[in-house]
């Protein structure tokens, strides 16, 4: 009977954060097609116009994605989630080679964009405000070196 209970409870809280969630993406899916229309207005007026059509039918898209979230109910977003994840899967089985060259290339990705996130924190010119602290400790060869310099 407790562990029933327990059950009921860990499914209200998923619903709960499904809806919240949910609801968070709306607004914020809703946000990002407002920006990209203005994003498409300004490639309009830079006589970019086939530019600003893919831009446009992707905000509509998402547009469409964030109706989506806003109206349908926690059952049925779940149930997208186990269809979308049945299709990758099936996708998987039927493309391995695909998949598996998509993992490679993501692989090989994902150090060089971490790389370049740590390499553009370290030298940001815009980060005056180091003190000394958050300076490694000079080794004692670079403290003699430093030394015998002077």
Known sequence: MVVGAAGSVAVDRVRVEVDARSSRAAVELKA???????????????????????????????????ARFASASTDDLLEDARRLSQEAVAFARREPVLVIAGAFTIGLLIPKVLDAIGTKGVSDPSRSDKSDEDQPAATPAEVRSAAAEK
């Open 32 to 66: 990002l097609a407002n920006a990209m229309r203005a994003s498409a207005s300004n490639l309009h007026e830079q006589g970019h116009g086939d530019e600003a059509e893919i831009v446009e039918k992707v905000a509509a898209r998402a547009d469409r994605l964030a």
